[in-house]
T-cell receptor, first 112, second 115 residues
Framework: SQQGEEDPQALSIQEGENATMNCSYK?????LQWYRQNSGRGLVHLIL?????REKHSGRLRVTLDTSKKSSSLLITASRAADTASYFC????????????FGKGNQVVVIP | EPEVTQTPSHQVTQMGQEVILRCVPI?????FYWYRQILGQKVEFLVS????????KSEIFDDQFSVERPDGSNFTLKIRSTKLEDSAMYFC?????????????FGPGTRLLVL
């Protein structure tokens, strides 16, 4: 079954630096979404990129999608302390079901 | 901005007891979901619900689980006889049917602890 899986890394960066996270998946997708989760809290939708898109921007977020490599990256520019959270990618299958398949998450700590 | 709400925020129960987790999806959304996240693990899909019936369920969603939309606003997840391994954060989500396979909006979650 298809599955989003982030590179299992924890990032610790200084405020103002950029943070990059990667995600890979296994099967054909309709879209890929990134979510943020603050410690012990709910999931906040950040951005969605469709399988026919290669790059998308939203504020300080930049997402890329490479369907040939089945991978995506999330870049947060000019990070802030409030960006400290776990970031998850989640994929929706091309084949009609609409469940989200989540990756394991990347913990990002932005040091003020 | 409309949002998904969930109650209670925390629930502690004894093994074998029944629990009902409640969700109020965004009002014009027609597709509803339950996911769970065991501490330190991935968010896992449980079930999706549309037009008053289950449209898809995962292997986790066994006979101990059921979902219901008892009225026009609430969407519930019932666990009939809780087990220790049911301890997790349970998330409800909803989406607008009109845009196929678009964003799912999540509630803040219910943290369930089974003792």
């Amino acid at each position: 079954s298809q599955q989003g899986e982030e590179d299992p890394q924890a990032l610790s960066i200084q405020e103002g630096e950029n943070a990059t996270m990667n995600c890979s998946y296994k099967t054909s997708i309709n879209n890929l979404q990134w979510y943020r989760q603050n410690s012990g809290r709910g999931l906040v939708h950040l951005i969605l990129i469709r399988s026919n898109e290669r790059e998308k921007h939203s504020g300080r977020l930049r997402v890329t999608l490479d369907t040939s490599k089945k991978s995506s990256s999330l870049l947060i520019t000019a990070s802030r302390a409030a960006d400290t959270a776990s970031y998850f990618c989640a994929t929706v299958s091309y084949y009609g079901n609409n469940r989200l398949a989540f990756g394991k998450g990347n913990q990002v700590v932005v040091i003020p | 901005e409309p949002e998904v709400t969930q109650t209670p925020s925390h629930q502690v129960t004894q093994m074998g007891q029944e629990v009902i987790l409640r969700c109020v999806p965004i009002s014009n959304h027609l597709y509803f979901y339950w996911y769970r996240q065991i501490l330190g693990q991935k968010v896992e899909f449980l079930v999706s619900f549309y037009n008053n019936e289950i449209s898809e369920k995962s292997e986790i969603f066994d006979d101990q689980f059921s979902v219901e939309r008892p009225d026009g606003s609430n969407f519930t997840l019932k666990i009939r006889s809780t087990k220790l391994e049911d301890s997790a954060m349970y998330f409800c989500a909803s989406r607008d049917l009109e845009i196929i396979q678009e964003t799912q909006y999540f509630g803040p979650g219910t943290r369930l602890l089974v003792l």
